[in-house]
């Protein structure tokens, strides 16, 4: 079935370090979504992205869709502590499928 | 509080029992979503509803688990004859629909031991 493939499945960095999860796709995606999930939380909703080669911005966070709309990036640049969790990407279009998330730790 | 609700926040039970879970969405929102987690692992689509029409279930959803949205607004799902691979968090979320799948807001969700 259709899925998305996340890497890396953990990513442990120092603070201050920058810190991306890529997310792939073997069809053309009509949207990606990433999620954070926060150690015993629930994941929330970060960014929606729709458009070829789309890049948007939230703070240190940078979002990228790729221009065949295939693969996605999540960027945080100079981690923080508060960057903990988990990070999934999330094709809704389809098939509703979570990537299998990139876990995040930070040694402060 | 106008968020998604799920109650319980956390069932223990013996293998063999029926277990049912609540989701309350937020209320305007027409689109509700049953995802299982596990540890370590992203969350597993089982089923989604828009209103009260259950539109998609994933092959997870085996014969011993049925879920309902009666009046379109809050929805349960059952598992039946538990069995301890079924030890999970069940997360719901809903959106709003449109063309495209709007954002999902998670409860906090429910939390299933099976002893």
């Known amino acids: 079935g259709q899925q998305v493939m996340q890497i890396p499945q953990y990513q442990h960095v120092q603070e201050g370090e920058d810190f991306t999860t890529y997310c792939n796709s073997s069809?053309?995606?009509?949207?990606i979504q990433w999620y954070k999930q926060r150690p015993g939380g629930h994941p929330v909703f970060l960014i929606q992205l729709v458009k070829s080669g789309e890049v948007k911005k939230q703070k240190r966070l940078t979002f990228q869709f790729g221009e065949a709309k295939k693969n996605s990036s999540l960027h945080i640049t100079a981690t923080q502590t508060t960057d903990v969790g988990t990070y999934f990407c999330f094709q809704g279009a389809q098939k509703l499928v979570f990537g299998q998330g990139t876990r995040l730790t930070i040694n402060p | 509080d106008t968020g998604v609700s799920q109650d319980p926040r956390h069932k223990i039970t013996k293998r063999g029992q029926n277990v049912t879970f609540r989701c309350d969405p937020i209320?305007?929102?027409?689109?509700l979503y049953w995802y299982r987690q596990t540890l370590g692992q992203g969350p597993e689509f089982l089923t989604y509803f828009q209103n009260e029409a259950q539109l998609e279930k994933s092959r997870l959803l085996s014969d011993r688990f049925s879920a309902e949205r009666p009046k379109g607004s809050f929805s349960t799902l059952e598992i039946q004859r538990t069995e301890q691979g079924d030890s999970a968090m069940y997360l719901c979320a809903s959106s709003l629909s449109g063309g495209l799948t709007g954002e999902l807001f998670f409860g906090e969700g429910s939390r299933l031991t099976v002893l």
């Open positions: 209320s305007e929102h027409n689109r």
């Open positions: 069809t053309t995606l009509s949207n």
